[in-house]
T-cell receptor, first 116, second 113 residues
Framework: ETGVTQSPTHLIKTRGQQVTLRCSSQ?????VSWYQQALGQGPQFIFQ???????GRGNFPPRFSGLQFPNYSSELNVNALELDDSALYLC???????????????FGPGTRLLVL | GDSVTQMEGPVTLSEEAFLTINCTYT??????LFWYVQYPGEGLQLLLK?????DKGSNKGFEATYRKETTSFHLEKGSVQVSDSAVYFC????????????FGQGTRLTINP
């Protein structure tokens, strides 16, 4: 069984640019969540997708957007990058039907983004 | 809103020592509680979880009991190993809305041989 995969592993961008991060969910999982982990901090919830629809959003501005595809893979897009966007971006998938608070989320290795 | 508070780190212990990492939470409902571990340069791995009061989660010698009366979910291990060195995160997932995890700030654990 293939776990959650993310690409790229590392990325360097300059302020004002746009970036797209990708995530393939674990087989059989239909829910994908994205988290931002700043250095030395716990992950912060960005948003969640369930069956191609946004199913909840954290306290992030609209320049953070996402997509989920019919195969349940997902993208995170960030426009107008700021220095504070430098972080590890984690994708997690779960088999929950979009509301299973008891379900385990399985995390990918993350994409480390550096904004200069 | 929901929140998780973890014991401040870093924590440094000798091999075979007893480990406790404290975790308390605030939630409006009856959340599920999780401990995740992050090894250097990697993503998060689930260590254990508990979904209702008085449940005990356990894995790889680690244990944590869901205590509703004290809103706590402390992580314990009787005898730590060098390979347990990592960052440990306590998290909750509450009912309703998105299945989002709310994490504590993490506790860095170093085990010396």
């Amino acid at each position: 069984e293939t776990g959650v995969t993310q690409s790229p592993t590392h990325l360097i961008k300059t302020r004002g640019q746009q970036v797209t991060l990708r995530c393939s969910s674990q087989s059989g999982h239909n829910t994908v969540s994205w988290y931002q982990q700043a250095l030395g901090q716990g992950p912060q919830f960005i948003f969640q997708y369930y069956r191609e629809e946004e199913n909840g959003r954290g306290n992030f501005p609209p320049r953070f957007s996402g997509l989920q595809f019919p195969n349940y893979s997902s993208e995170l897009n960030v426009n107008a990058l700021e220095l504070d966007d430098s972080a590890l971006y984690l994708c997690a998938s779960s088999p929950a039907g979009g509301g299973g608070y008891q379900e385990t989320q399985y995390f990918g290795p993350g994409t480390r983004l550096l904004v200069l | 809103g929901d929140s998780v508070t973890q014991m401040e780190g870093p924590v440094t212990l000798s091999e075979e020592a007893f480990l406790t990492i404290n975790c308390t939470y605030t939630a409006t409902g009856y959340p599920s509680l999780f401990w995740y571990v992050q090894y250097p340069g990697e993503g998060l791995q689930l260590l254990l979880k508990a979904t209702k009061a008085d449940d005990k989660g356990s894995n790889k010698g680690f244990e944590a009991t869901y205590r509703k009366e004290t809103t706590s979910f402390h992580l314990e291990k009787g005898s730590v190993q060098v390979s347990d060195s990592a960052v440990y995160f306590c998290a909750l997932s509450d009912r309703g809305g998105a299945q989002k995890l709310v994490f504590g700030q993490g506790t860095r654990l170093t085990i010396n041989p």
